[in-house]
Each structure stands twice: as structure tokens, then as C-alpha cells.
């Protein structure tokens, strides 16, 4: 199953998890005790070249982020990585690693994704849970055009045909 990155398991993301082929998947094992609980996630290319650079500069023994001293980084390091990194960016809103997959479901969507899709990617086994995540822009709803807009419809009312 191809699903989204979830902040949160970059606690446990091993170093071998980044990808040497032209997929540009991970594949991250939840489980060791239970190896059905696998997920396949999607990387972007430019995510790839990042990680690359990082792994060369900093060497990670276990874990592809560890932490000050060696092994994972716990859940709460990771939170106020990013509440430090909103902080330099000037960003005030309330938001944590799981306002990235609100955004990420968003601007999927925005940018032409079917909603099934975006279902798998999440991992939702309901497509209802898929629709809290997806907040679409007033901006996004302006630039759907009308059926009552469209050129044919003018020749069908004036021709009946």
C-alpha cells in the first residue's frame, strides 16, 4: 500500500529506508514482530537529493535522523524540531507534524489528485476520514467552471439539440 510520510515515524526510520532505485519509494517496517505491517511511501526527488547530502554529511549509525547522543528521536523532539522551525519562519498558526498531513492531503487535492488516491496515500480505509483531511481553498472552488458555462450548453438551449 503506497501512503503519505507521517512525520512521526521518522523516529524510527532506518538508515537502509532510502531508496537507491527510480521508484522513489520507502518502505518502512512498523514491526519487526510483524512484517504484514509494512508501508510503501512515496519520496519526491528533490526529498531524495536532501536525504542524500544528509546521510553523507552526518553519517547515521542506526536510525536515518538520530538524535544529539545516538538512537531516535523521540515523538516530542520531533514536535519541537518543528514548532523551532515554524518559529525562524515567522508561521504563528497553531499547526503540528499532523497539520503536514492536512496540508499535504490539500494541496494534492488542489493540484488535481483524485480522492481516491489521495485515500490510498493517507492509508484510510474510509473515505470519510480521507474529507477531514482535504480543506479546500475558496480560490481552488472559484476556478471550477459551471456546466451552465460551458460552450455546448449555449447550442443545446438554443437548438434543443
Not at 22 to 43: C, G, H, T
Request: net charge positive; charged share 25%; with cysteine.
Amino acid at each position: 500500500m503506497l501512503k503519505s510520510y507521517r512525520a512521526e515515524w521518522s523516529e524510527t526510520l532506518k538508515c537502509w529506508c532510502v531508496p537507491r532505485s527510480k521508484l522513489l519509494l520507502i518502505k518502512i517496517i512498523k514491526s519487526l514482530a510483524a512484517l504484514k505491517n509494512i508501508d510503501i511511501v512515496m519520496l519526491s526527488g528533490k526529498l531524495l537529493f536532501i536525504l542524500r547530502q544528509y546521510y553523507l554529511q552526518y553519517n547515521p549509525k542506526e536510525f536515518l535522523f538520530e538524535g544529539q547522543h545516538g538512537g531516535q528521536y523521540s515523538k516530542r523532539s520531533i514536535n519541537l524540531f518543528i514548532a523551532h522551525a515554524k518559529w525562524q519562519a515567522g508561521i504563528r498558526k497553531v499547526g503540528s507534524t499532523h497539520t503536514l498531513r492536512h496540508s499535504f492531503a490539500t494541496h494534492l487535492l488542489e493540484g488535481g489528485t483524485d480522492l481516491r488516491l489521495i485515500q490510498e496515500l493517507l492509508g484510510h480505509n474510509d473515505i470519510k476520514t480521507t474529507l477531514r483531511y482535504t480543506h479546500v481553498s475558496v480560490k481552488h472552488i472559484a476556478s471550477v467552471q459551471s456546466p451552465f458555462d460551458k460552450p455546448d450548453l449555449e447550442k443545446v438551449l438554443k437548438t434543443g439539440k
